[in-house]
């Protein structure tokens, strides 16, 4: 659809729907650090990877299409049947260049530095993707921000510390 400049929108042609934090009525901001206690995504290390598959530890449906695992990219995004390493550019969704099953809490050309700094948990129910610490390709950004899905299909986007060119 249309760029939406308030704070909700929706419903697409599939019921999903936003609102975001600043919104009257919308979530409270409940940031939980998973970064010491999560499961480290080892191979995502550098500029452009993706991780292997990851057992989501539940099934979820997403478009209509039921998925049981995750592949993160060090891009800022989750797909469940791709994510290719060479999508670094953010653009308006939906678009026929992004990656197929995209998740973009923050899609950009983000790089890791030679460090971990992708982790995540699950309980069943939730499963929680963080990035910690994250810099712009470019420089001068420092990014630590959460995607969590929930067995009911929500996804949930958590921002704690966006510093820097965030546009």
Same mark, same amino acid.
């Given at each position: +659809? *249309?760029?939406? !400049?308030? +704070? ?14 600043? $919104?009257?009525?919308?979530? =409270?901001?409940?940031? %939980?650090?998973? *970064? ?12 452009? %990877?993706? *991780?292997?598959?990851?057992?989501? &530890?539940? $099934?979820?449906?997403?478009? &209509? ?5 995750? @592949? ?10 791709? =994510?290719?390493?060479? #999508? ?8 026929? !260049? !992004?990656?197929? *099953?995209? @998740? #973009? ?9 030679? #460090?971990?700094? =992708?982790?995540?948990?699950?309980? +069943? ?15 001068? !950004?420092? /990014? ?6 929930? =067995? ?7 921002? /704690?510390?966006?510093? +820097?060119?965030?546009?």
């Amino acid at each position: +659809g *249309s760029p939406v !400049a308030h +704070g909700f929108g929706g419903p697409d042609g599939f019921g999903y729907r936003f609102v975001d934090s600043d $919104e009257a009525g919308g979530p =409270a901001f409940d940031w %939980q650090d998973i *970064s010491l206690t999560g499961i480290g995504i080892l191979e995502l290390n550098g500029d452009d %990877q993706v *991780s292997r598959p990851i057992p989501l &530890g539940f $099934e979820f449906t997403y478009y &209509g299409v039921t998925y049981r695992w995750v @592949i993160v990219s060090t891009n800022g995004t989750l797909s469940f049947t791709t =994510a290719d390493p060479s #999508a670094y550019t953010n653009q308006f969704l939906p678009s026929p !260049a !992004a990656p197929l *099953s995209l @998740i #973009a809490p923050f899609w950009d050309d983000l790089h890791f530095g030679g #460090a971990n700094r =992708a982790t995540y948990a699950f309980d +069943g129910s939730r499963f929680v993707v963080q990035f910690t610490d994250v810099n712009r390709y470019e420089g001068g !950004a420092r /990014l630590t921000f959460q995607v969590e899905l929930r =067995a009911s299909g929500e996804i949930i986007f958590r921002y /704690l510390t966006m510093t +820097g060119v965030t546009t």
